[in-house]
């Protein structure tokens, strides 16, 4: 039972670039969120989604899109990279919103 | 909506001593409410969590927290610190009647235990 888990862990990219986060869980929860870290200002949503097949938008979507095509995967995508987007990238899911399980993260450098 | 308020960017106490993490929150109806832990370079990890009952809620590695409805707090307890308690800690709250199953969280908590 791995919980679960993103890739990758670590990557740089260079302004305009595109790239995707994988995140995967194997407890078979219906909710998963991406949220991105930044110093002093927390966790914050970018996107959600509750069920295999629907995407919500969370606090700060712009720049990101989402997919969801299976249920124990969550894609968190970024078409055109900015330096803005430099962060640590957490995903997580839950059984009916409650308990978060949160991987292990990756770290994002846009030069 | 819902919001949640840690009011210390850093709290530090010496090994030995009790700790306290300070929460407070806001919310139409009744909340449910978390504590998440995150060590260096990991994710969060989960510590306890209120939802309905007792007050005081026991969590992971002799964490505890009180629910207080009158002061809308929920502040994290340990009686005795140790250095590896030294992490980062996240207060969360979902509004239970608001049919949403989105969490908002705190800014977070640095605590660092002195030896």
């Known amino acids: 039972n791995a919980g679960v888990t993103q890739t990758p862990k670590f990557r740089v990219l260079k302004t305009g670039q595109s790239m995707t986060l994988l995140c995967a869980q194997d407890m078979n929860h219906e909710y998963m969120y991406w949220y991105r870290q930044d110093p002093g200002m927390g966790l914050r949503l970018i996107h959600y989604s509750v069920g295999e097949g629907t995407t919500a938008k969370g606090e700060v979507p712009d720049g990101y899109n989402v997919s969801r095509l299976k249920k124990q995967n969550f894609l968190l995508g970024l078409e055109s990279a900015a330096p803005s987007q430099t962060s640590v990238y957490f995903c997580a899911s839950s059984y009916g919103g409650e308990t978060q399980y949160f991987g292990p993260g990756t770290r994002l450098l846009v030069l | ?115």
């Open chain 2, 1 to 115: 909506a819902q919001s949640v308020a840690q009011p210390e960017d850093q709290v530090n106490v010496a090994e030995g001593n009790p700790l306290t993490v300070k929460c407070t929150y806001s919310v139409s109806g009744n909340p449910y409410l978390f504590w998440y832990v995150q060590y260096p370079n990991r994710g969060l990890q989960f510590l306890l969590k209120y939802i309905t009952g007792d007050n005081l809620v026991k969590g992971s590695y002799g964490f505890e927290a009180e629910f207080n409805k009158s002061q809308t707090s929920f502040h994290l307890k340990k009686p005795s610190a140790l250095v590896s308690d030294s992490a980062l800690y996240f207060c969360a709250v979902r509004d239970r009647q608001r049919g949403s199953y989105i969490p908002t969280f705190g800014r977070g908590t640095s605590l660092i235990v002195h030896p």
